[in-house]
């Protein structure tokens, strides 16, 4: 007999909606701190079980839930640079709603971790050569393979929204608009190098490819697996997302105190701003899993405050 109820399968909707998230984590910092939850808890690390947003849905308008999704690679093409990326992994809460919409809750050091990626050919792929006589005087001292590699790490400026919760159960259609810039690291490209900015973000809208295949586990709260939990686990796998609809802006804020040249070098080298249709985002083989209440009604209005105790009984 299927024990899921309405609300748990809008929550398995939302579920494959937040597969797609995965994307924009692809070059993400590996370097926050995180829980380590016991049986099916375990891939949920740092869900923000404890932020206001998610203690104070009642399970009956407001249904919280904790979401994963990771993926081992796929790419990014910015302009005419194309950057394979690495291990991904973002995490956030969702609060569902009783008319349809969601909301996005980010956990307190930012939803991405994520590998960082190399970028091929490094700073003599990025700007050179050049005829700017001061970024040739760099090309030239760059055969050290220390100071010609760049790395490019993406980060979230801001919390996703534009939540589609019936585009996750199809394909060719946007699920999410997620603002984030891209940091390239090098010494001389300086601590500040950017392409996006807070103010002027690249926006990625991801979309199935493919369908997931599905599964669903049920759990105690502290996750140990029993058919009559008090707790569900959808799980869905082998998904690739993908986006060519985002624009991307100059790189700005690089280069130690010449004057915006190393922007310029860069810029004109890979091809930079780029319009929409330009660019491609692409995640493989994304892994997603998403957990919440199996009956969260019947914890109203307390709902949030049970999957907080919990998700902290599997990791305390």
């Not at 597969?19 to 939850?37: D, H, N, R």
């Not at 997620?178 to 500040?192: A, D, E, Y």
Request: charged share 15%; net charge negative.
């Amino acid at each position: 007999m299927m024990r899921f109820s309405l609300r748990a399968t809008a929550a398995t909707t939302a579920t494959v909606l937040c597969t797609a998230l995965g994307v924009f984590a692809s070059m993400g910092t590996a370097t926050a701190a995180a829980a380590v939850p016991n049986g099916e808890w375990a891939p949920f690390t740092r869900c923000p079980v404890d932020a206001p947003a998610m203690l104070a849905a009642d399970g009956l308008d407001r249904t919280p839930q904790c979401v994963v999704s990771t993926s081992p690679n796929g790419s990014i093409k910015l302009g005419r640079t194309t950057v394979p990326t690495g291990r991904t992994n973002l995490q956030i809460g969702v609060v569902q709603n009783s008319d349809g919409t969601s909301s996005v809750v980010a956990p307190p050091g930012g939803a991405l971790i994520a590998d960082s990626a190399t970028v091929p050919g490094g700073l003599l792929g990025l700007m050179c050569p050049s005829d700017i006589p001061a970024i040739s005087d760099i090309c030239e001292q760059l055969s050290d393979s220390t100071l010609n590699k760049i790395t490019a790490t993406v980060e979230s400026v801001g919390t996703p929204y534009d939540f589609d919760q019936t585009a996750g159960i199809v394909t060719d259609k946007p699920i999410v608009a997620i603002p984030v810039r891209i940091h390239l690291k090098n010494p001389f490209l300086g601590s500040k190098c950017y392409i996006g900015t807070a103010a002027k973000p690249v926006v990625l809208r991801p979309e199935n490819l493919q369908f997931p295949e599905f599964g669903m586990s049920f759990f105690r709260g502290d996750g140990t697996v029993a058919e009559d939990g008090e707790m569900s686990r959808v799980n869905l796998t082998g998904a690739a997302q993908n986006d060519s609809t985002f624009a991307v802006p100059g790189a700005s804020g690089c280069g130690l105190g010449l004057l915006g040249l190393i922007d310029a070098a860069v810029n004109a080298k890979t091809g930079l701003p780029s319009a929409a249709g330009k660019n491609t985002l692409t995640l493989n083989n994304a892994q997603t899993h998403l957990a919440g209440l199996t009956a969260p009604g019947t914890f109203a209005p307390d709902a949030g405050k049970r999957l907080a105790e919990n998700w902290h009984s599997a990791v305390d």
